[in-house]
């Protein structure tokens, strides 16, 4: 393995920090050159990602080794074909999020991009890195930034939000220490690959403490993934802070989920021995709990931005689901993540556009414009509409055919679970788009929690507000890129065989990492 592949890992992780500790240096500059070089970052990480995804692709797993120091006892940054697929996501989805910050929303707060930048700094380090502690750091760097984009703007909404999210994840990583150091006295090692290979080898004695390290990461996991009964601190926090951080908090219950899928497939894989499967009872049942809850939520949802934030633990659901099954069922999952993330996204800029136009009632579930004439935003709701049901011809259909395919085998509760929640999904969006477009009767009161944004004249006389270049560039390139994962389904679907492939076969992750070190 050469060594300029091998460098190529940690520039994901610089990129973003580097931007970070730039904006803070230069804050003093006039917003519009920080939000150019705010943006030249993310497509730099872009360029990053697509490089990274092609050395990649044909199997080979890059390691990067800090201070040069070997594994189990330095820290490792990994590339895989898994860790590439998500950093292209990740930064594609970041893009659009903050063009879509520039029509104004950095300007409600101190330091937005420089938050935004140490998120996506997070965000890479929790996918790349191959050390369990060195994935606590990012836990934490993620919480961090994530909460200081959380209460940008102010306002009691999002401070009680806020709160929720932080108390319950600051719990999330005492119970992470707590996870590393019971893995850490039974195994002797915090390194991932050094954990499967230790795993297979446990002594009795050390059993018991192994499996309880495990299953409280399993918990930590859970919780960052919001699945069932951990998801209550995500509807708030995600609704009530603003469209581009909400867009690009879509991707991070997605890091739990790949915390859970790592985790899996490697460090209790087929190969760990009395370790082997620790997860599979508990897997599949909060899943199908978690997705049916979440398309609950979202039929009873009084708004669109809460609505999104439903779905999105509904996707977090249906994406266990498919992990819960062999390798076609990984591949289905992986090929259904982006199209979630970027529908997801969608809806919640789609709900900040609606609050612009809907002076009195926001995006809330209430008549009082003559929507039917907004045929632009009529349009691009039907398209997020479409997207985030799965219904054909987009990418979340193939995605839901490709999970239901690779089901054919399992119980029968998984098609009734995922042909259910799609029908629920349907009906809620449809309520919500009947509400906002299709109704010409004028607001009679104010829904509970609305904004008391009253204006003097018929709210049916307001004038729209100017439809920003910015505001615009996001939203079509969101919808951009639903339509090219719908496009290219078949390269992105054969790609998405090929990661399960790798995943299945930890022996080459486990000597990549460690290569012939002795045990």
């Not at 009679?444 to 003097?456: I, W």
Request: charge should be neutral.
């Amino acid at each position: 393995m050469s060594d300029h592949p091998a460098h190529l890992v940690i520039l994901p992780v610089l990129a973003p920090f580097v931007a970070a500790v730039l904006l803070l240096a230069l804050r003093d500059l006039p917003m519009a050159a920080r939000r150019w070089i705010a943006t030249l970052s993310v497509l730099v990480q872009i360029a990053i990602a697509v490089a990274l995804l092609m050395t990649v692709a044909g199997g080979e797993i890059l390691v990067y080794r800090l201070g040069d120091w070997p594994a189990p006892w330095g820290i490792v940054l990994v590339a895989d074909r898994l860790a590439a697929w998500l950093m292209l996501t990740t930064t594609l989805l970041a893009l659009f999020a903050v063009i879509y910050a520039g029509d104004g929303t950095d300007r409600q707060g101190r330091h937005f991009h420089v938050l935004f930048q140490m998120q996506l700094f997070g965000i890479a380090m929790a996918f790349l890195t191959g050390d369990l502690f060195n994935l606590f750091v990012a836990f934490e760097i993620l919480l961090i930034a994530s909460y200081g984009l959380l209460l940008h703007g102010g306002g009691p909404a999002r401070v009680r939000g806020g709160l929720h999210y932080v108390i319950l994840n600051l719990i999330g990583s005492t119970l992470f220490l707590f996870a590393a150091g019971l893995i850490y006295a039974s195994l002797g090692t915090l390194n991932m690959a050094d954990i499967a290979r230790q795993a297979a080898t446990v002594a009795p004695e050390n059993l018991g403490l192994a499996r309880a390290g495990g299953l409280l990461l399993f918990a930590v996991f859970a919780l960052k993934a919001a699945l069932l009964p951990l998801f209550l601190w995500l509807p708030g926090a995600y609704a009530n802070t603003t469209a581009p951080v909400a867009a690009l908090f879509a991707i991070m219950t997605k890091v739990g989920a790949y915390a859970l899928l790592r985790a899996d497939t490697l460090l209790f894989g087929p190969d760990s021995g009395a370790l082997a499967g620790l997860y599979e009872a508990w897997r599949l049942p909060l899943a199908l709990a978690t997705l049916a809850a979440g398309m609950i939520g979202a039929l009873a949802a009084p708004n669109l931005a809460r609505m999104a934030a439903w779905l999105v633990i509904a996707s977090v659901g249906l994406l266990l689901t498919a992990f819960s099954a062999d390798t076609a069922g990984i591949a289905a999952g992986l090929y259904y993540l982006p199209h979630s993330t970027f529908a997801a996204a969608l809806l919640f800029l789609l709900a900040e556009a609606f609050k612009r136009r809907r002076p009195v009632s926001a995006d809330f579930f209430r008549s009082e414009r003559d929507m039917p004439r907004h045929a632009l935003w009529g349009g691009l709701f039907f398209f997020a509409a479409v997207a985030a049901t799965g219904l054909p011809p987009l990418s979340g259909f193939l995605a839901k055919f490709m999970i239901l395919r690779a089901a054919s085998d399992a119980p029968a509760i998984i098609w009734v679970a995922i042909l259910l929640a799609a029908l629920v999904g349907t009906v809620a969006l449809a309520r919500a788009g009947s509400a906002l477009f299709f109704s010409t009767r004028t607001v009679e009161s104010l829904p509970p929690g609305a904004p008391a944004l009253l204006v003097d004249q018929h709210p049916g006389e307001a004038a729209d507000p100017p439809t920003g270049p910015r505001e615009l560039t996001a939203i079509l390139g969101l919808v951009g890129l639903i339509l090219a994962l719908t496009l290219a389904a078949g390269p992105a679907a054969n790609f998405a065989d090929t990661i399960a492939l790798q995943l299945s076969a930890p022996e080459l992750y486990i000597h990549a990492v460690l290569g012939g070190s002795e045990e």
